[in-house]
């Protein structure tokens, strides 16, 4: 990870850094969801519940078409960045796909912790969905 890391300019890779902590410390106080997968998938640094498959899978990067802009991607064909738009309509989002972040901005940690809180346990709460209308 540290080549994939380096690989960034200096600003954005200090902000990706930041953003990589956030989903680690949140996997950590987030229960069922145990270690996190740290590997490369398209090119990106993403992060898998293998080991528990409570989550969908998340992704981050720089956006290429804009140098100072960089992303959290979150599995298109779930209804999660939905559920952020309408829980943080205040955040920059790009279809189904992706939270865009600038670096010239601060984190928004609070918001981006629950979202990714939420991606974490994405097949937990449809497990329990599911069980519940089952019944």
Request: charged share 30%; proline share 3%; glycine share 4%.
């Amino acid at each position: 990870m540290a080549a994939a890391f380096s690989s960034y300019p200096k600003r954005l890779r200090e902000k990706l850094l930041v953003l990589r902590r956030l989903i680690l410390d949140t996997a950590k106080r987030t229960a069922g969801v145990g270690e996190l997968e740290e590997t490369l998938k398209w090119g990106q640094v993403s992060y898998l519940t293998s080991e528990s498959k409570s989550g969908s899978t998340i992704r981050i990067d720089q956006v290429k078409a804009e140098p100072d802009r960089y992303a959290i991607y979150f599995h298109c064909q779930t209804n999660l960045v939905d559920t952020f738009r309408e829980l943080y309509p205040e955040l920059t989002y790009v279809g189904n796909r992706c939270i865009l972040l600038d670096a010239a901005d601060e984190l928004p940690k609070d918001e981006l912790r629950h979202c990714v809180g939420l991606a974490l346990t994405y097949h937990l709460n449809r497990r329990k969905t599911t069980s519940r209308s089952s019944r």
